[in-house]
């Protein structure tokens, strides 16, 4: 799957979350409202908002990912771009690597600034999990962390020892996870699609200054069915 290029672009400000959906189950005669969760836990939007395409290689990059988008039909992997939230250890530093510099399929720091993985099996629908971070600073609430395409917010910190972390999070697990499956908390991606509707063609003033905004809602279309 393609990952949106974030690193080059440097969006500001980024919106990045898991957004519930809601009903109303009736209001009974004491005014009481019953209110139901109808999306299974929520879905991540993603938003960018505001960057820059005054350099050429920035904004030749847009208008083939703008192509690409195919107006919120291609299926693509989101950065999240939350590292400010992550268990990086002080003094880290590393440089942001890319495998193709027009269409990235991988994208991560050399050196690795975090390095976890999950302990023991967590079931598809799952809302606690055990991390081993063997590189990396605990991790506090808020904090962003990756399985494949999929990426997860820590709601609260259940347990620890050590380097390992029992964790609750939110939304729930959207596939079954093994143990020791590696976990990316540097550059989280969550599969998504371009949200409907948006006017994706930039507008470039004095044939060298403009900006633009794009917004994706979370995908579930199975991974053998994505089209690259």
């Not at 400010?84 to 590393?94: D, I, M, N, Q």
Request: proline fraction near 9%; charge should be negative.
């Amino acid at each position: 799957m393609k990952i949106v290029p974030a690193h080059v672009w440097n969006p500001d400000p980024v919106r990045a979350g898991v957004q519930a959906t809601v009903i109303s189950g009736g209001t009974a005669l004491d005014g009481d409202e019953t209110v139901i969760q109808t999306d299974g836990g929520g879905r991540v939007e993603i938003s960018y908002g505001e960057f820059d395409l005054d350099d050429p290689y920035a904004r030749r990059l847009w208008d083939v990912w703008q192509d690409y988008f195919s107006g919120g039909a291609r299926v693509v992997a989101v950065p999240v771009l939350a590292l400010e939230l992550a268990p990086v250890p002080a003094g880290a530093s590393a440089t942001i690597g890319v495998d193709d510099q027009w269409f990235p399929t991988s994208v991560s720091f050399s050196p690795p600034m975090i390095i976890a993985e999950t302990v023991g099996l967590a079931p598809l629908r799952a809302i606690t999990i055990t991390l081993d971070i063997s590189q990396g600073d605990a991790p506090e609430p808020g904090t962003w962390f990756g399985i494949g395409y999929r990426s997860y917010k820590i709601r609260r910190i259940l347990n620890a020892s050590g380097s390992q972390y029992e964790v609750e999070f939110s939304p729930p697990l959207r596939d079954a996870v093994a143990d020791a499956t590696p976990v990316n908390m540097d550059w989280p991606v969550v599969q998504c699609r371009p949200v409907l509707g948006q006017d994706l063609i930039p507008q470039i003033s004095n044939g060298q200054y403009g900006s633009m905004s794009v917004s994706f809602v979370e995908d579930f279309t199975p991974l053998s069915e994505v089209v690259e």
